[in-house]
């Protein structure tokens, strides 16, 4: 096994008017991903914390939008015959069909519970484990009617600091026959790692993992939740899947596992004012080398004066940022898994 933990040290000096002009040592951790060389910065300052957001004007004004369950049948659109001809997938209390804005080949939205908004700590596992379902069998309907369509996110983004127009919780699923920048990192990186190695990655990742203990979080059937050593944004949990990297081959324990740890770890952001996520998973067909991964961060909470997350560092450096250590990020989210 190849697998490196390196990190980079650097420091910033100067003479601090919060303590007389006293000469201060800030430091910064650059780490650099053991699989991508990706390098990311932990940064130890923290922001200015306003207090829990009052969401009722806003449900209030928003309320009776598309998703809710009075307009979703007959506001939505509907699938291609060919692809589905019942017009819409439903699962339990979710909803999927086709994205009326598409950024790619294939676009849907899965609409996840009939509530029109719902606190971090109202998600259930049974809200995700019905939304994902949806969006696996919409991907496996589409790549029976298009199998070139290798390529699938199935992504949450929550409330408008994540990037969503509409509050009501729901998935975005998208299919296309190229990757996304981030999924070709990922499969060239694995796929050179094997051809070294004769091993997977991901399989070789966790082993060290739980064998060191200071990021590895627990697994849930064949589920494993951690905390990347060098991650890409704020409050980041994955979870890698053993078996193939496609979402097309699970079943409903896996499925279950990855609703579970999705909630877990909702509860831990919640119970620290956090009210904002992104998810994606990389689903990839075909590709021996790489097991399926999923990515949670948080984002800023929404606040009046919504300050931004990312800044010209992120948007045009590339450089990503976290903003705790991922061994300290673990032993916190730990008990919200148990
Ligand atoms: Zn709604």
């Known amino acids: 096994m190849e697998i490196k933990f390196e ?14 002009f ?6 910064t951790e650059v780490r650099i991903d053991p699989l991508t060389k990706r390098r990311s910065r932990i940064i130890t300052w923290g922001l200015p914390f306003k207090g829990k957001f009052d969401f009722s004007q806003m449900v209030e004004e928003s309320k009776g939008c598309f998703f809710c369950p009075e307009n979703v049948f007959l506001k939505t659109p509907q699938f291609l015959m060919e692809i589905v001809p019942e017009g819409r997938i439903c699962i339990g209390k979710a909803v999927g069909f086709p994205n009326l804005n598409p950024v790619g080949t294939y676009g849907s939205v899965v609409v996840l519970c009939r509530e029109h908004f719902l606190n971090l700590d109202q998600f259930t596992p049974e809200i995700y484990k019905e939304g994902l379902s949806v969006a696996i069998e919409i991907i496996r309907r589409t790549m029976a009617f298009d199998s070139d369509i290798r390529y699938w996110q199935i992504s ?4 408008l600091p994540a990037g969503s127009t509409i509050l009501h919780p729901h998935l975005q699923v998208i299919g296309d026959p190229i990757p996304t920048n981030e999924m070709e990192w990922l499969v060239n990186a694995s796929s050179s790692y094997h051809k070294r190695n004769k091993t997977i990655y991901w399989n070789d990742l966790v082993k060290i993992e739980k064998g060191l203990g200071k990021r590895y979080i627990t697994s849930i059937g064949k589920v494993h939740w951690f905390v990347a050593y060098a991650p890409i944004g704020f409050n980041e949990v994955c979870g890698s899947v053993e078996g193939p990297g496609s979402v097309t081959t699970l079943g409903q324990e896996e499925i279950s596992s990855l609703a579970k740890g999705i909630v877990s770890t909702l509860k831990y952001y919640e119970a620290k004012d956090l009210n904002s996520f992104n998810f994606s998973i990389y689903s990839i067909c075909d590709e021996a080398s790489y097991q399926l991964l999923i990515r949670i961060i948080s984002r800023t909470p929404i606040q009046p004066y919504y300050l931004n997350d990312w800044t010209s ?3 045009l450096q590339s450089e990503l940022t976290s903003n705790i250590f991922p061994e300290e990020l673990c032993r916190e989210i730990r008990p919200y898994f148990a």
């Not at 990190?7 to 007389?20: A, V």
């Not at 006293?22 to 430091?27: F, L």
């Open 7 to 20: 990190r980079i040290h650097l420091q910033s000096d100067l003479l601090s008017p919060l303590k007389g």
């Open 313 to 315: 560092f992120e948007v």
């Open 22 to 27: 006293e000469k201060i040592s800030v430091p």
């Open 156 to 159: 949450q983004n929550f409330l």
